[in-house]
């Protein structure tokens, strides 16, 4: 079945620590990636995001990996921050499709 | 820029009523989805508005349906509500051609 396949974990980190957050998706044909971040009660937030022509991209304090070899997608965070404490999501998209495939996404947890 | 923004925000029904939640998107955007997110999981496409026809649509049974109005806003329907479409609702909008989706804050449903 199509699946980004991020099962639940936790990752718990220091602050000021670097985090790294992965993914693996399922269909080889996806060319478009986003990483969204969700806080507790609000909606997704996009964070970064990167093409398949594309194997790194970076912004402020983020940078995602696209290996498209393995089919891995993983997100980076520098300096993680209390702010940053949140469920972070992949989603898949293909250009053929309209719909956005997610996983059950990672709570990662920002220790004081 | 308002963003996507969402109504209503909260919402209790009983089981086997119906439910119209609300969207508009963020400004200049033209295409607006529906995601349902249930707890602990990720979001799951439900279907897809554009030029006020449904254009893509998940594994979702017709009892969730949609509109897209002339302003690019948009509700979703579900008839004969069941315990299990307890949920957030979450709406994305977009550029024609897909991609990168913004999201609102969700309506979260709730049937006893």
Known sequence: GESVGLHLPTLSVQEGDNSIINCAYSNSASDYFIWYKQESGKGPQFIIDIRSNMDKRQGQ???VLLNKTVKHLSLQIAATQPGDSAVYFCAENMD????????SGTRLLVRP | DAGVTQSPTHLIKT???QVTLRCSPKSGHDTVSW???ALG?????IFQYYEEEERQRGNFPDR???HQFPNYSSELNVNALLLGDSALYLCASSLVGGG???FGQGTRLTVV
């Open chain 1, 61 to 63: 304090r983020v940078t």
């Open chain 1, 96 to 103: 053929s499709s309209y719909k956005l495939i997610f996983g």
């Open chain 2, 15 to 17: 089981r086997g009523q």
């Open chain 2, 35 to 37: 995601y349902q997110q």
């Open chain 2, 41 to 45: 999981q990720g979001p799951q496409f």
């Open chain 2, 64 to 66: 969730f349906s949609g």
């Open chain 2, 100 to 102: 990168l989706a913004f």
